[in-house]
């Protein structure tokens, strides 16, 4: 059954988490990856490397450079779940 | 009846006999490179892992990198120079397309008149060339090599570029092969994806430069492209060159890895799931990335500091433009 919205941004948090250190609370859906978590981007792609396996998706390095928000990452995953 | 032609056969195993290292006479601090791409010392050293690295004076090229790498470890090895057949010198930034570096490295160390041919499989040049001698020396074409891997890679950076110039450094670093009682290098692991060949590699060709069409042709990569396959992918490859040698991850006495970012390093190795136990080269920290040369440069330099590693097994992974990777187990000597 595909996840809702809720629960990808859940799991999300949990990825940024382990591989940042920032705290779940901060990760919200109009955060940037880059201006409001300072994520770089190779933490950013480790993060969707994991986010791929924990949700089943594929996402391509150029469709990586248009999820500039957390929402535009549970967006992308919800819509492509299998 | 037709005359019949004979073919060798050469030794039935081949090892490293000895490393030699060669690096830039400079230390490059990150200071020294912030300025043009409006950085700090902070932002290098947690994307990359580099404090410093080593980079060549003006007059210093691959070719006498490469001879002072080669010449110390053929003393090292105890191999006479006029036995040494084969000179292959892995290398992307000769300025000069011909003649190669490796015919006037053989001649300098004493080889002429050795085969030497240089090989361009960009930060996988060196674990190709270990393949190349490796097959070369047990098909009795060849008895004693000498493989390079060299860069002068501050030829080909540009201070403004935030994508890859700033990781690289100056060295080669280098072996010797020969025959052996025992099994000394495991199979190679190799190959390529030119499908990628966007992803890392020069951003403009010599003609366009010539032609006032382009600037000084320099290094650029797409950076996160990189860090997935890198990894990623290239866990797959070292997976399979542990399986085919034989051996598990707890069997290893070192990981080296070319020296590409110290993140791609450590995600690397946490991927592997490699014991406590396994040195892992860790060199870029200090001499940066030198494409080809990286390896050979890491384990040297492994081999320095933990001298207790030899005799045991070291699993060496190259991987960059092209794209083209090679993997293989070799035991340290």
Redo the contacts between chains.
């Keep these: 059954m595909a996840l809702t919205n809720e629960e990808v941004l859940a799991g999300l948090a949990e990825l940024i988490t382990d591989e940042t250190g920032i705290s779940a609370d901060e990760v919200a859906l109009e955060k940037s990856f880059t201006d409001d978590l300072d994520i ?3 933490s ?3 993060i ?2 994991n986010a791929e396996e924990k949700f089943g998706v594929t996402i391509p ?1 150029d469709e ?1 450079k248009n999820l500039k928000t957390v929402g535009d990452a549970v967006e992308y995953i919800t819509s492509n779940q299998s | 009846m037709t005359a019949g032609v004979i073919q060798p056969q050469g030794a039935a195993h081949t090892r490293i006999y000895s490393y030699g290292a060669a690096r830039g006479e400079i230390a490059v601090p990150n200071e020294d490179l912030v300025g043009p791409i409006d950085s700090s010392d902070e932002w290098i050293r947690q994307r990359t892992g580099i404090i410093t690295r080593t980079r060549a004076v003006k007059e210093t090229t691959a070719i006498e990198l490469s001879t002072d790498a080669a010449t110390e470890a053929v003393e090292k090895s105890g191999v006479d120079p006029s036995d040494i057949d084969l000179v292959i010198v892995a290398t992307i930034s000769n300025p000069k397309q011909t003649p190669s570096v490796s015919a006037i490295v053989a001649d300098r160390i004493g080889a002429n008149p050795a085969a030497a041919y240089d090989l361009n499989a960009a930060c996988a040049g060196f674990a190709y060339g270990v393949a190349q001698a490796d097959a070369l020396i047990r098909a009795g074409a060849a008895k004693y090599a000498v493989v390079i891997g060299a860069e002068k890679l501050s030829d080909v950076v540009d201070p403004t570029d935030r994508s890859i110039s700033f990781l690289l450094g100056d060295g080669a670093g280098a072996v010797v092969i020969g025959p052996s009682d025992t099994p000394g290098i495991g199979p190679t692991v190799w190959g390529s994806d030119g499908s990628k060949a966007d992803a890392v590699g020069m951003n403009h060709t010599l003609v366009e430069f010539r032609d006032g069409a382009a600037p000084w042709p320099t290094l650029r990569q797409e950076g996160p492209t990189v860090f997935r396959w890198a990894v990623w992918e290239m866990v797959k490859v070292a997976r399979q060159a542990l399986e085919a040698a034989g051996v598990e991850a707890s069997d290893l006495a070192a990981f080296v890895p070319h020296q590409a970012n110290m993140r791609i390093i450590d995600e690397f190795a946490k991927q592997l799931k490699l014991p406590d136990t396994v040195v892992i080269g860790r060199d870029i920290e200090t001499t940066g990335n030198t494409s080809a040369a990286s390896i050979p440069l890491a384990t040297h330099r492994l081999l320095q500091e933990h001298p207790e590693l030899s005799g045991g097994l070291a699993l060496q992974i190259g991987f960059g433009a092209g794209l083209v990777f090679a993997a293989q187990v070799v035991a340290l000597p």
């Design positions: 770089d981007s190779i950013m792609m480790t969707v490397v390095d990586v």
